[in-house]
């Protein structure tokens, strides 16, 4: 087969895999060795992405998330902040999607909007307000910030390559500002003004625990005399737990006071139904304990079968303002932004070396920083990046951008531009952005070099496009996470987002070109 037909045909069956919603690690492992199997690359060519310091860079921005958050900094930096909004719905909206832009400049979408639901679900419940009023708000206002710092989004980092494969330079880790900042302001300030009218009100069938008011639930629910402020520390905490059928302490005493025969944990107190237990009986099946310990004890009971943990330890730590290594991840962290905003060493390096002192410092374990990482995207771009090689090398991105300036006229390159990033907002609703990106840059490397004009130009407008993630729960990680909290339903999204998309294209149809020219 003639390998501008096999890529076309790959590329086309990899979008209906993607948005007929097949795995897309399956999907993304697929395009690479179909494009492998058809002789359109070679097998290094093929699997270059698994090595790419681009893909690396990525991960290693999931562990200093993933750091940040387990030490309880983005709980704090959230508690602070929200803390101070009341109740008022407009200055609430205000004061979440304000700090769901700033906390994804520097942990990604996903991270932010990780980090802010449950805190946002408490907040919500407090102040008598709709959680579907505040979960969408946040989630946009995230896609927005993501504009603002090189380790916003994939998506930046891999068009800030790309723009140097083609010939181009790389984007400054503060440059997407320029397009970012004013979005950002604009799109928050819609937010606030039309949020309260358009986000859909929706009762959710479930909602996540409210792990923020643990402390004082189980001191009222147990009746427990040990202060509310002491049972959530940086160094210990304080956990339900279930005994199981089948479990080894069936048959023992445990009783307040008392410690478990294994990792020394405290018990605070043990009861059967709403009734404390007695020193004449033994635990039996049911039966829920309190228990108290270092936070590491605290999980190793977990992974044990003595008992069922109501809520996972690593979950309840991440509750606590500053914990335990905040200090130290927030050093790793500055020195790393601080890396990256001056380009001493490559992205990946810097990267690097603040996952490497993440684990060094016992901020995370090496398994924990493993789990950390988002591996779905990784195995997405480093699938999917092929791609952009082939159509580079086969032909297939000339022959494609061709017939774009036979349509449009190669005299008017800012339509050529609006048709892709019209393109890449339509695509990424159904695909992820990062894939939809990775199709059509190597489309737009070859019409910037077919007419001469600022690759730079073409980068940007994709991102911004890229990031118009409105329409669909799919689009993006983060829209499925506040789904089912806020109880939308899939047409809910366009509604709110329709004003939103059409700003961010306007942005990267007419601010882009005027902030980078396309004459470069």
Do not use: C
């Amino acid at each position: 087969m003639d390998p501008v037909v096999a890529t076309f045909v790959i590329l086309g069956l990899a979008v209906i895999a993607f948005a007929a919603g097949v795995n897309v690690v399956i999907a993304s492992l697929g395009v690479a060795v179909a494009l492998w199997a058809t002789g359109v690359l070679t097998l290094d060519q093929a699997l270059a992405g698994f090595g790419d310091p681009t893909v690396m860079f990525i991960a290693t921005l999931f562990v200093v998330s993933e750091a940040l958050d387990a030490t309880g900094v983005t709980t704090w930096i959230a508690e602070r902040v929200v803390g101070s909004a009341g109740t008022g719905r407009r200055r609430l909206i205000l004061v979440v999607s304000s700090i769901a832009a700033l906390l994804t400049a520097f942990i990604s979408v996903n991270g932010a909007v990780a980090a802010l639901v449950p805190v946002v679900v408490v907040v919500a419940t407090q102040a008598g307000i709709p959680t579907s009023k505040l979960l969408m708000p946040i989630a946009f206002a995230a896609h927005a910030g993501s504009l603002l710092l090189l380790t916003g989004t994939p998506v930046n980092i891999i068009v800030s390559d790309l723009a140097v494969q083609g010939g181009g330079t790389a984007f400054g880790f503060f440059e997407f500002a320029l397009a970012g900042l004013p979005l950002t302001i604009v799109v928050i300030a819609y937010l606030v003004w039309l949020g309260p009218k358009l986000a859909p009100l929706r009762t959710p069938e479930s909602a996540p625990p409210a792990l923020g008011d643990l402390a004082p639930t189980i001191r009222r629910q147990y009746e427990l005399s040990t202060d509310t402020s002491q049972l959530l520390l940086r160094d210990r905490g304080v956990v339900e737990a279930v005994v199981p059928p089948r479990s080894p302490l069936i048959g023992t005493q445990l009783l307040p006071g008392m410690t478990t025969p294994r990792y020394g944990l405290v018990v605070l107190a043990a009861q059967r139904g709403d009734v404390p237990l007695t020193e004449q009986e033994r635990l039996r099946a049911g039966d829920v304990l309190v228990l108290s310990g270092d936070w590491s004890a605290l999980r190793r009971k977990a992974a044990s079968s003595e008992l069922l943990i109501v809520d996972d330890p690593e979950f309840v730590r991440r509750t606590v303002p500053l914990g335990r290594g905040s200090r130290r991840t927030l050093v790793i962290a500055g020195v790393m932004v601080v890396l990256l905003a001056t380009g001493i060493v490559p992205p990946a390096i810097a990267g690097l070396l603040a996952a490497g002192a993440v684990v060094i410092t016992r901020v995370l374990t090496v398994p924990e920083t493993f789990r950390a990482i988002q591996w779905t995207t990784v195995v997405l771009i480093a699938g999917m990046l092929p791609m952009a090689t082939a159509f580079l090398d086969t032909g297939a991105a000339e022959l494609l951008g061709n017939a774009i300036l036979d349509l449009t006229g190669p005299e008017r390159p800012w339509l050529v531009l609006a048709v892709l990033s019209v393109a890449t907002l339509i695509l990424g609703q159904f695909v992820s952005n990062s894939a939809a990106v990775l199709v059509l840059a190597p489309v737009a490397i070859a019409v910037a070099t077919q007419t001469g004009t600022n690759i730079q130009t073409y980068m940007m407008a994709l991102t911004v496009a890229a990031a118009a993630a409105f329409f669909t729960p799919v689009a993006t990680p983060a829209n499925l996470m506040i789904q089912e909290p806020g109880g939308y339903r899939f047409g809910d999204y366009w509604k709110l987002g329709l004003v939103p998309a059409l700003l961010f294209l306007a942005t990267a149809v007419f601010w882009v070109p005027f902030v980078w020219p396309l004459s470069g």
